[in-house]
């Protein structure tokens, strides 16, 4: 007795709760289903009973179905030609009679406009069911039923039996001959339409029909109190709405950074907190910096492994030609060709500087970390200095390539760094960053010793993931760029795949496709 006593109070607080369109839509439910039968029932905008319809499902007392069906539609001449006959039965009704007729009699007595003819005409012709023919005398075209036509008129034209029907339909239900109909019917200005359609169609669970059962008051519901009420005390009199204060709302969706701004905000902070200061520059580049400073010959397969975007205009860079550019110029050619006074051979080759001048979009933030390097006084160290920019590679792409991406960038110029030093700061990096299985593989890069690639792994994919460059600069780099050989730190880190385990993404195209929900419902980057 209490389980339908609680039952009892439950559909009462329910009914209590239905909004006003709610009640319009609710009592028609025992004999309608259809949205559109219920729009013409209630008299309410459709906007307005799918909303009733929305919360009455929400409240699980309906369940709201889509189907979609492909519906053929009557479009306006349809309409027309369903009540007044097609235009062309109209043109062969006034030829009953075996003679010849003048065309424009015919079309006058048929009530059809000169358009409709044309169409009729054509369409007779095909059926071979009437004759044309020109009368030069008169200078007018004469037309006469065949008993063909005659035959026609009998059976009727399978357009017309097909316009028949009760409109709309689905399509499945025709036969094929019916079907080779419909789609000559579709061709023709304004007779049918055949499309695909959402079918909504409710039907009441056995909770909405307890509810039904249990009835619904005529009396008037108020849904909000108005200054009228206050003023005259009425309110008192009236019956008010209940309102469920669990009942789910819709989100609001505040302003907010894209999640890739939100992480590189985090990277930067990471180095700023272990005491590294920012570099910056553009995105264009020429090769001398993007290569020849950092000891990439011009000549070599390793300047092919970067996959590089050539600007086509403007396609070559201006070389500052002041004292201190010359005489760099100067160092990083004779670097390139004999060593110069690094200890080194150099790569043995004639060094071009229109080759050295081509434009690039940067592939690596590493250029920024050379322009760093040429800058720094003896003053200036020990140094470190971060970047963190967009780079270009002419990669194929795929779930863990892509042609633009960001890429953190860190160089360490002290006379006491060292290797250990280099492997310390990239875990306490990558630490921060939430990776704890991290692992060194030894490579090769034209510009640094002790090489190494920096790989995480990818905790869904299972896969080792590359995720950067390190190393320590050779003296082919330092020694032209810094006037002395001392340590320099480097390594280049790829943000987005770094990004990947935290955001839990499968493939990196997905945090560029602009997906809006995406974007609006990604966590903050906090580790």
């Not at 970047?387 to 890429?407: C, I, P």
Request: hydrophobic share 40%.
């Amino acid at each position: 007795m209490a389980d339908k006593s609680n039952i009892d109070q439950e559909i009462k607080a329910i009914i209590d709760n239905l909004h006003p369109l709610e009640r319009k839509i609710f009592p028609l439910l025992d004999r309608f289903s259809k949205l559109e039968d219920l729009v013409k029932e209630s008299k309410l905008q459709e906007v307005e009973v799918l909303r009733a319809l929305q919360w009455l499902q929400n409240k699980k007392l309906i369940i709201l179905k889509q189907d979609v069906k492909e519906l053929a539609v009557l479009g306006e001449n349809g309409r027309k030609y369903k009540e007044n006959n097609l235009p062309e039965r109209r043109f062969l009704d006034a030829l009953k009679d075996a003679k010849e007729h003048d065309i424009n009699e015919v079309i006058d007595a048929a009530k059809i406009s000169k358009e409709e003819s044309n169409v009729s005409i054509g369409i007779l012709k095909v059926k071979n069911v009437i004759s044309v023919r020109k009368d030069n005398e008169k200078n007018v075209l004469l037309v006469q039923i065949l008993d063909a036509g005659k035959k026609l008129l009998k059976e009727g034209f399978d357009e017309e039996k097909l316009l028949e029907r009760e409109f709309p339909f689905e399509v499945k239900i025709l036969n094929e001959e019916e079907k080779k109909c419909l789609q000559y019917l579709t061709k023709r200005k304004g007779l049918v339409e055949v499309d695909l359609y959402k079918i909504r169609a409710a039907s009441l669970t056995d909770l909405g029909k307890k509810a039904l059962k249990a009835g619904i008051s005529d009396e008037e519901v108020v849904d909000r109190i108005t200054q009228n009420m206050l003023k005259t005390g009425n309110w008192q009199e009236k019956r008010f709405r209940s309102y469920d204060i669990k009942a789910p709302v819709s989100r609001v969706f505040g302003g907010r950074r894209h999640f890739m701004n939100e992480a590189i905000d985090y990277v930067k902070r990471i180095w700023l907190d272990l005491g590294f200061k920012e570099m910056k520059g553009n995105i264009v580049q020429p090769s001398f910096w993007n290569f020849d400073a950092l000891f990439t010959p011009q000549d070599h397969p390793a300047r092919e492994m970067q996959d590089t975007f050539f600007i086509k205009n403007p396609n070559l860079a201006d070389i500052p030609s002041n004292a201190a550019s010359k005489e760099l110029v100067k160092n990083i050619k004779e670097t390139h060709e004999h060593g110069r006074d690094t200890g080194s051979t150099g790569w043995r080759y004639n060094w071009n500087i229109e080759e050295a001048r081509k434009n690039v979009l940067r592939t690596h933030t590493t250029v920024l970390s050379a322009q760093t390097l040429a800058r720094l006084k003896e003053s200036d160290l020990p140094a470190k200095f971060f970047s963190v920019g967009t780079v270009f590679r002419n990669e194929t792409l795929d779930w863990k390539h892509l042609f633009e991406f960001h890429q953190t960038d860190c160089i360490v110029v002290d006379p006491n760094a060292n290797f250990k030093n280099l492997l310390g700061y990239l875990k306490d990096f990558f630490k921060k960053m939430g990776y704890e299985k991290v692992r060194f593989r030894p490579a090769y890069f034209p510009y640094t010793n002790c090489s190494t690639e920096v790989e995480v792994l990818h905790p869904i994919n299972k896969k080792w993931m590359e995720l950067g460059g390190a190393g320590i600069f050779r003296s082919e780099v330092v020694v032209p760029l810094l006037g002395k050989d001392i340590p320099v730190l480097a390594w280049g880190l790829g943000l987005e795949r770094i990004l990947m385990d935290y955001y839990e993404f499968n493939d990196l195209r997905d945090i560029y496709k602009n997906d809006l929900k995406l974007i609006r419902e990604s966590k903050l980057f906090l580790r």
